[in-house]
């Protein structure tokens, strides 16, 4: 299940006007902090993967792209880890795993604060870039600092912790290519 948990003003901005209810358990891997900002004059909603801080700008984003914005989240998804090389049948494993979505608020000020980082940055620069692969890839080369399973402080770059993780979720699948050759 995909869990979008979005700000005061995509909610609006989305027209959603019931009173929607947080979810407080979720897989983070599959839950994403999303927001509205205005770079260059055109509406962008920005996604921040909970785990792995991985972000997702979806640009020109019109009001009447609203209900419809599960699958056009999916279909960016996938064309930017596509773009950084990730195996597509580990892509597809995770999108299928986002079969259905819930829209709920945010709920960790730390996810926040990277979806408000990479805002300020991305206006700051005001940089034009040939298309949204390149402005996600641009996004995702930060260093992230992480503490994993053993409390143990590592910097990784988002993109680089999200293919782990796709790794580590999905790595029966590569057993049983193994298997079956």
């Not at 997702?56 to 984003?61: F, M, S, V």
């Not at 979720?169 to 057993?175: A, F, P, R």
């Amino acid at each position: 299940m995909l869990v979008i948990r979005s700000t005061k003003k995509l909610l609006k901005d989305m027209k959603i006007d019931k009173i929607i209810t947080p979810i407080a358990i979720s897989d983070p891997f599959f839950s994403w902090h999303a927001n509205l900002v205005l770079v260059n004059r055109r509406k962008h909603v920005v996604f921040v993967n909970d785990l792995t801080r991985l972000s997702l700008t979806i640009p020109g984003i019109r009001s009447n792209q609203y209900k419809n914005l599960e699958n056009i989240f999916k279909e960016h998804l996938k064309s930017y880890l596509l773009f950084e090389n990730i195996d597509d049948s580990k892509i597809n494993e995770y999108l299928n795993g986002c079969h259905e979505a819930i829209y709920t608020t945010t709920n960790n000020r730390s996810i926040l604060g990277t979806l408000n980082d990479i805002v300020f940055i991305m206006k700051d620069i005001g940089k034009e870039f040939n298309d949204c692969n390149d402005l996600n890839r641009w996004n995702n080369y930060r260093i992230f600092k992480t503490i994993d399973s053993n409390n143990t402080l590592r910097y990784l770059k988002p993109i680089e912790l999200f293919n782990k993780e796709l790794d580590e979720q999905y790595k029966v699948l590569d057993n049983d290519v193994y298997n079956k050759t």
